[in-house]
């Protein structure tokens, strides 16, 4: 959007202090006017409020991120600019250097670091978090969130709701979103949590969009009820009577249980000559299989229908050659790379995760400039990426989860179809919906009317988290304060009460029908009564175990390390408060108790036998209350879970974290118990650095599949590296074992997938394409992905000052082998 504009210099005279002024000055950057709703943001953000901005694909969110870092180059201060994905993060930080000025602006994804202490950086959200954690960031004074609706993501979520609860509050937050339908309840958990945001709702494209339906034979419907009965009665048409009766029943009552209909894909040929025929090209093709991408592109190749006329054929054939003098290391004659290359040379691309950094920006590139008329993409590509295109065709309904196929959420339909139309240019966007059933239709019908789903908190205490808490809080009031600031736990509350409302309204009604009643107050105020004496009995029982736990500790001896059962001081730590703080909290339940109407009323008995002998009654009270506790106590007990494995390990006794606990404290990484539990037993020592880099690949992200014949026909003849590999097996099933006691789910990750490839890569070997092929088998992207978070763990283990100084050596020389040739080349695409 502002691509070209001259860098702005800190502290120029030319940049006004006074906020209606730099908006003036702001404003004037641009040759278009802002909409409405981009006004009230940055007027906002002049101010110094805080605001979360929720509108569609496309609609300019970007511009107020870039007023908020405007306004921080102008005052001098620093802000961090946070994206969910490394891609994301590379791609902002190229913007923005040649926006504000190479030496304005950094980057930190974990294996890259560059200019960390630009007065902008850029970064991936868990690097932020971490430095939150520790109050690394000096000076900063504004934090852009962009795809904060990943909030609701459940590998990653968490990350996003601790940078906002360990947020200085006098930072200013400028957080963007896609569509989401509790923008509002987002907004009042922030203000609660860290300081009052302004919520921005804007539904409204820039671009009108308008959803059609494709059937197998190209027709295209309007997504409205009576299309699905005409394409239902098209299909069956052909059909015997008597099996067009039984699928008329099924039509006529919703029923869904007896599908006959089988699944075929639209052929993408069909679908790109109805977009040819309407001038709807350039074109985003989503199919949700890498497979499925790559066998459209070699399908569109064999018909050999160029979508290029001569003239941009030779533009694209200059870019492929120029990006090949760039980038050396890429190797054309690759099965994948040779398709990817013949495709561009006909207009049509290719975008996946498994393909090469450079070949995706390639793509990217020509696609931004016209060169490229349709690309097959997986759902990645609706992330962030800049690539409007002036239509979208979804390939499908369903998607594969690691649980099996769903169907779409109205959420991901619109962030996909939202690459339609580009604005300025297009006075519509199209978006088709690909029937690959006569069924589909229904579905497709009720996406396209439904309204985005809401983010659901996918808050989770892992061990990092838990070991920084104890680490940075100690006391365990504070650390279950900071623990109860989140999101999960703020939609829990709104559940207690909805539950507490549900529960005296049934109380009313039972209580009238069953006769149960009280002369002097409600039979809510009497089962409040109940309840609270019930939590008095139980906090006086936890004391009393309290303290035998404190006596049992004080004759003790011993520190009860590895294997064995938490030593009982540090559980009497983590159960809450110490003996005299829950003396006094004892006391003050009892005083509260006893001031209620209840405690002295001469009919309480009698109403409470009446409650009893009310079965109903008592089933419904007990339901609700063990709803209403599990939601009160669900994060905390989680986080006294995760403490008993620290504990049971002999991580963290009395209290305090051992080395092995702050090894954890400072990892990012899926778990890093089981990191910590390899690095302190002892089998990294003594290795060569290929060898301790293909034991730490075996930690690397879960990969797409885990049979790997080239890492047993490796080990084979390594049977020193085998005896560890097997020793880490072990240990990732004790990790997995004392989990499940614990009933904590948390990834436990071990897999020789990389193996091979890994300790042939760092021994220097510099066949890349011999390497994929003999020693690993997938795809380039994504052994180039592997090896770079593999150089982000090792780095990690590098800085910790936990490691002795001959492991870290070696760390350093592994990664040194490990970042160079395409995989350095690859480390800011």
């Known amino acids: 959007m502002s691509t070209g504009h001259r860098p702005i210099e800190i502290g120029s005279s030319a940049l006004p202090q006074d906020a209606h002024a730099l908006v003036d000055s702001f404003r004037d950057r641009y040759s278009f006017p802002f909409d409405p709703f981009q006004e009230e943001a940055i007027g906002l953000i002049a101010e110094g409020s805080s605001v979360i901005v929720s509108a569609p694909t496309g609609a300019g969110k970007t511009l107020i991120a870039e007023f908020a870092i405007f306004r921080a180059l102008a005052h001098q201060h620093r802000i961090a600019y946070t994206t969910p994905l490394k891609a994301l993060s590379n791609q902002k930080y190229a913007d923005f250097t040649r926006q504000w000025g190479e030496e304005m602006v950094g980057i930190l994804t974990g294996d890259v670091k560059v200019n960390p202490h630009a007065p902008l950086v850029v970064m991936t959200t868990e690097i932020l978090r971490n430095k939150f954690y520790g109050g690394e960031f000096e000076a900063l004074r504004y934090v852009v969130l962009d795809e904060c609706h990943y909030m609701g993501n459940v590998g990653r979520g968490t990350v996003w709701e601790e940078i906002i609860i360990n947020c200085p509050p006098e930072v200013q937050l400028i957080a963007l979103s896609a569509t989401v339908s ?384 938490p030593h009982p001081s540090s559980l009497s730590f983590f159960a809450g408060e110490s003996a005299e703080e829950s003396r006094s909290k004892l006391d003050a339940m009892a005083l509260a108790l006893s001031q209620m109407p209840c405690h002295r009323c001469t009919e309480r008995p009698l109403r409470e036998r009446q409650l009893k002998q009310s079965r109903q009654l008592g089933k419904m009270l007990e339901r609700h209350h063990q709803t209403q506790q599990q939601l009160q106590n669900s994060y905390w007990e989680q986080f006294l879970r995760v403490v008993g494995i620290l504990q049971q390990f002999g991580y963290l006794e009395d209290g305090r974290l051992g080395a092995e606990g702050r090894l954890i404290a400072s990892l990012r990484h899926d778990n890093e118990l089981l990191v910590a539990r390899v690095v302190f037993s002892g089998l990294l020592n003594g290795l060569s650095p290929e060898e301790l880099a293909a034991l730490l690949s075996c930690l690397v992200e879960e990969p797409r599949t885990t049979e790997q014949p080239a890492a047993r026909l490796f080990l084979r003849d390594q049977a020193h590296l085998r005896r560890r590999v097997k020793t880490l097996e072990d240990l990732s099933q004790e990790v997995d074992r004392v989990q499940r006691f614990y009933q904590v789910e948390l990834p436990v990750s071990m897999h020789t997938t990389y193996l091979a490839a890994t300790h042939r890569w760092v021994s220097g070997e510099d066949d890349w394409l011999a390497l994929v092929e003999q020693s690993f088998g997938g795809h380039e992207g994504d052994l180039i992905r592997a090896f770079r978070r593999l150089i982000d763990l090792c780095r990690q283990l590098e800085e910790s000052p936990e490691l002795p100084v001959d492991l870290t050596r070696t760390l350093s020389r592994a990664t040194a082998m490990l970042d160079r040739g395409i995989v350095l080349e690859s480390a800011l695409i």
């Not at 671009?207 to 069956?236: H, T």
């Not at 609706?382 to 649980?403: E, W, Y």
């Not at 089962?527 to 003790?556: F, I, K, S």
Request: overall charge positive; glycine content about 8%.
């Open 182 to 565: 509790n923008i509002g309840e987002i907004a009042e958990w922030i203000s609660q949590t860290h300081r009052p945001i302004r919520p921005i709702h804007h539904p409204v494209r820039p671009v009108p969009l308008q959803y059609l339906l494709c059937d197998k034979e190209g027709q295209l419907w309007p997504p409205e009820p009576a299309s699905v009965r005409r394409i239902l009665q098209a299909s069956f048409s052909s059909r015997s009577m008597s099996e067009g009766r039984e699928i008329g029943r099924w039509a006529r009552r919703g029923e869904r249980r007896h599908r006959i209909f089988r699944r075929r894909a639209l052929d993408e040929s069909i679908a790109i000559a109805v977009l040819r025929a309407r001038h709807w090209l350039p074109a985003i093709y989503f199919i949700f299989s890498r497979s499925g991408c790559e066998r459209a592109l070699a399908r569109l190749l064999e018909r050999d229908e160029p979508l290029l006329d001569p003239a941009r054929g030779e533009k694209v054939e200059e870019v492929i050659q120029q990006t090949l003098l760039d980038y050396p290391s890429i190797s054309p004659e690759s099965d994948l790379n040779r398709l990817i290359l013949r495709g561009l040379r006909r207009g049509a691309g290719l975008h996946h995760a498994g393909v090469l950094p450079a070949l995706k920006r390639l793509t990217e590139v020509l696609f931004e400039r016209g060169l490229v008329r349709v690309v097959f993409a997986t759902e990645t590509m609706s992330l962030g990426i800049h690539m409007p295109a002036k239509s979208v065709v979804i390939g499908g309904l369903r998607k594969r989860t690691d649980l099996g196929f769903r169907g779409l959420t109205v959420g991901e339909l619109f962030q996909m179809a939202g690459r339609a139309g580009r604005r300025g240019i297009d006075p519509e966007g199209t978006c088709l919906l690909a029937l690959d059933s006569v069924e589909a239709a229904e579905d497709a019908v009720r996406l396209v009317r439904g309204d985005p789903e809401p983010i659901e908190s996918r808050f989770r205490i892992g061990y990092s988290s838990a070991a920084l808490l104890i680490e940075m809080q100690r006391e365990p009031e504070a650390i279950r304060k900071t623990i109860e600031k989140s999101f999960g736990q703020f939609q829990n509350r709104r559940k207690i009460e909805a539950s507490r409302r549900e529960q005296e309204g049934l109380i009313r009604r039972l209580a009238d029908a069953e006769g149960v009643a009280s002369p002097c107050c409600s039979v809510s105020t009497l089962v409040e009564y109940r309840e609270r004496r019930a939590a008095l009995e139980q906090e006086r029982e936890r004391l009393r175990h309290l303290r035998v736990a404190t006596a049992r500790a004080g004759r003790g001896g011993g520190k009860g390390r590895g294997r064995g059962r």
